[in-house]
């Protein structure tokens, strides 16, 4: 079992940023994946960005350059850092995870970009 803790959404301002935080209970390093999907209201979750086996990055072509993935392997967390940020974006944000073949989800946190 892995719980994981997500932290950072809110409401934004189009053009702002925002840091999501995904805090796993287990060593990073131990997870096949680990990243971030969204699912806005009337659409499938999707993926945002994710680190798979061997540290490679994966990333939805339409945050490319605006959102990035990092790690510390020392809180054992994930970050998503989304910057000039745009109201097509809002949407819950999941923090998802593999580990040992299965798939673990966040409770999700809510992005709303709005004026």
């Known amino acids: 079992q892995v719980q994981l803790a997500e932290s950072g959404g809110g409401l934004v301002q189009p053009g702002g940023s925002l840091r999501l935080s995904c805090a796993a209970s287990?060593?990073?390093?131990?997870?096949?994946?680990m990243g971030w999907y969204r699912q806005a209201p009337g659409k499938q979750r999707e993926l945002v960005a994710t680190f798979t086996s061997g540290s490679r990055t994966n990333y939805a072509e339409s945050v490319k350059g605006r959102f990035t993935i990092s790690r510390d392997k020392f809180r054992n967390t994930a970050y998503l850092q989304m910057n000039n940020l745009k109201p097509k974006v809002s949407a819950v944000y999941y923090c998802?995870?593999?580990?040992?073949?299965?798939?673990?989800w966040g409770q999700g946190t809510q992005v709303t970009v709005s004026s």
């Open positions: 998802y995870v593999e580990y040992r073949s299965r798939d673990y």
């Open positions: 287990t060593t990073i390093f131990s997870l096949s994946a």
